[in-house]
């Protein structure tokens, strides 16, 4: 993904907040959102390139559901350009669809670019398919449902990058994790205002569980195994095995 946009001050101004949108001026802003929101966002994309080269089988599909505006999507192309696998990209906002097929398509022909809620596409011959920060979206009452589905359309061999921002195990735990998140973003450069204002404009679409949840959810839709290998602060990385 070209890192371009403008800088974050979507949440600057004192006025009323509305639920989080992904919108124009979400998509605008965000790769300097994410860049001073998300902890180790740039690892996880180096990661998931990484993991996608040692993982993706010749012939079959890769899915980036959620992909937002295409860096996980744009990872997984580099990985695996000799021959190029097909790749499914998928998000249900018109406005990261548009902007990362505009800024990736040249690039990387084998892309399809899908604007759809990623629990109505079917996941079929895949061999890499990539949550990243997405599930955290969606009710929890259907979360497993998708990861059930994802199961069943990887190869053997196959496996599940999954990104997510987590609930402490307990009071105590998630009251530091939330702490030391705030103290990431004012260290680049967000004012008390913003953290505060987008904490409400997430607290009812961003819906966190903990890191157990996942695992045993995960264990729960068929994956015989999942590893934690990134976590700061209350942001995770799993990749769970078919």
Known sequence: MRDGGRRDRL???PQ???DFVFDEAV???????????????????TMIRLLTRRYAQDGSRLYDLGCSLGASTAAMAQACHEPPCAIVAVDNAPAMIQRARASLAE???????VCADIRDVAVRDASVV????TLQFLPPADRLALLSRIHRGLRSGGILIL?????????????LLTDMHHAFKRANGYSELEISRKRTALEKVLLPET???????????????SDLWFQCFNFVSLVAFR
């Open 27 to 45: 998509a605008e802003v965000f790769p300097d959102m994410i860049r001073r929101s998300v902890p180790g966002y740039a690892a996880i994309i």
């Open 107 to 113: 690039s990387y022909p084998q892309i399809q670019w």
């Open 11 to 13: 949440f600057a101004e």
């Open 130 to 133: 990539v949550l990243n920060f």
């Open 163 to 175: 990104s997510e921002k987590i609930a402490g195990e307990d009071a105590p735990a998630d009251a």
């Open 211 to 225: 890191l157990d949840t996942h695992r045993a959810r995960l264990q729960q839709a068929g994956f015989s195994r």
């Open 16 to 18: 009323p907040v509305g």
